[in-house]
Nanobody
């Protein structure tokens, strides 16, 4: 069974940095596109960043120039480097991966359980 596990969240002061990781495991043939979403308390989940299989990245306007998404194909891992953090970046960060299952070649999105990021002012 495919699973995603995020790590790297925590408490940081405004202006600081964190690096999130998302490791995909299981019967994976290929990870197509992947990315990060976040959800602040009382708000809807929102898009943060995405990377495709060719490493082409896209970002929400609110994080452009501060966050960088990357991936390691060999390790089935997606990263989110977050710099110049602001209290508005506080929330639970969720990773998703669009994965082809090597058992039946089916393609679907998988989600992790999230990692908490808290930025203090």
């Amino acid at each position: 069974q495919v699973q995603l596990v995020e790590s790297g969240g925590g408490l940081v002061q405004a202006g600081g940095s964190l690096r999130l990781s998302c490791v995909a495991s299981g019967p994976i043939s290929r990870i197509n596109h992947a990315g990060w979403y976040r959800q602040a308390q009382g708000k809807q989940r929102e898009f943060v960043a995405r990377t495709d299989i060719m490493h082409v990245a896209s970002y929400a306007d609110s994080v452009k120039g501060r966050f960088t998404i990357s991936r390691d194909h060999d390790k089935n891992t997606i990263y989110l480097q977050m710099d110049s953090l602001d209290p508005e970046d506080t929330g639970v960060y969720f990773c998703y991966c669009n994965i082809q299952d090597r058992r039946d070649w089916g393609i679907k999105d998988y989600w992790g359980r999230g990692t908490q990021v808290t930025v203090s002012s």
